[in-house]
């Protein structure tokens, strides 16, 4: 069992896509505007009203739900509203998907949240809210660091099936680190440099990630979600976020309009523009995307959350444009907390490619 959690997001990453280069009283207040917004649902429009042509959007869900690749779940939202959705056969608009490291983008936003509020800077040494790190090789490990997974720290090696099957304090197994680099030099993607975010943002606060993301993030968007906790009740930042196609669409809209939600800025615009550049791999090659603040970009224009198995949350701003993609989602056990035989299992995406994905997705767009 423990082998496929092994695979969940653990290593240094290499995805390909289509291009090579609570409402809270204390968020600031954006500026009004007319545009659609989801209510307790989506609004539903055709593709042809939100100039996306039917024929490409057909040859897009034919290439996504070919049987090997194991989708769940394909949604296409335009101008804020839903154009076209498929599911599998034995799946519908409420049956859940998962996150795995799609979750990464949510940490991400949440130390924005962070920031809004004035508990931390991006520049800041993690060491001054994550104590354990105050003196020794990790003291100067900085919050942009870690997000740009540049932090010079290696996966802990200590667990066969790395962090996921860390039992139960994960955030513990996450510190056992030290420096095998300076900080800020390379790209190396390890799982652990986020679960130790999620706790920042945990102390900065006094509650647990997944309890700030409800209230600054999902209940403003109007999104219902469960983000799985280790034994010790804390957030897995890295992974692991469960909720609907349609509710992972509502954070994808979120990050096209700028942070913004209905006048309100739940995510300071200036981290998000920074948050969706390219930051790590300066000379990647061809194909490779970029890597920046917990947000994958795919060329000058797109970025998108992605997670094992083909999960994604595609966002294109100027077109104001978010696709979703799901695999089969199979959860093990009962409840949202990661021990013993509680885990998550999604299904391989046979051939499912991110650079075809992409450029099926672009060529849907008729304006």
Not at 227 to 256: I, K, M, S
Request: glycine fraction near 10%; charged fraction near 20%; proline fraction near 4%.
């Amino acid at each position: 069992m423990l082998l496929l959690l092994s695979l969940a997001c653990t290593g240094e990453a290499t995805v390909e896509l289509g291009h090579d280069t609570s409402s809270s009283d204390r968020a600031d207040t954006a500026p009004a505007d007319s545009l659609s917004w989801p209510g307790e649902d989506w609004a539903t429009g055709t593709p042809e009203e939100h100039g996306l042509d039917a024929a490409a959007l057909d040859a897009l869900q034919d290439y996504v739900f070919r049987d090997a690749n194991h989708s769940q779940a394909l949604a296409v939202f335009k101008d804020g509203v839903l154009v076209y959705e498929h599911y599998a056969d034995d799946a519908d608009v409420e049956t859940p998907v998962t996150s795995w490291s799609a979750a990464k983008s949510v940490t991400s936003a949440l130390i924005g949240v962070a920031i809004r509020e004035g508990h931390i800077e991006l520049d800041d040494p993690v060491s001054e809210v994550i104590t354990e790190w105050a003196e020794g090789p990790n003291a100067a490990i900085t919050i942009r660091d870690m997000l740009e997974m540049q932090s010079g720290l290696p996966e802990n090696t200590s667990n066969a099936y790395g962090v996921y099957g860390a039992e139960p304090d994960q955030l513990a197994y996450a510190l056992e680190r030290e420096l095998v680099r300076e900080p800020g030099t390379r790209y190396s993607y390890v799982n652990e440099d986020s679960m130790v975010l999620s706790a920042v943002v945990s102390r900065v606060f006094g509650e647990q990630a997944h309890e700030i993301a409800a209230q600054e993030i999902f209940a403003p968007i109007g999104m219902s979600a469960d983000w799985w906790v280790d034994g010790e009740g804390q957030t897995l930042g890295y992974c692991c976020l469960d909720t609907t196609a349609r509710d992972f669409a509502r954070f994808g809209l979120l990050y096209a309009r700028g942070g913004a939600w209905e006048g309100r800025q739940i995510i300071p615009a200036d981290y998000l523009a920074e948050s969706t550049s390219g930051q790590s791999l300066p000379a990647p090659t061809s194909g490779q995307l970029l890597y920046g603040l917990h947000w994958w970009m795919d060329g000058d224009d797109a970025f998108a959350a992605i997670g094992l198995n083909g999960q994604y949350v595609w966002v294109w701003p100027d077109q104001d444009m978010v696709v979703v993609r799901f695999g089969v989602y199979n959860k093990i056990g009962q409840g949202t907390v990661r021990e013993g035989n509680n885990y998550q299992s999604t299904r391989e995406p046979g051939a499912l490619d991110g650079g075809e994905l992409s450029a099926l997705i672009r060529a849907t767009v008729t304006d």
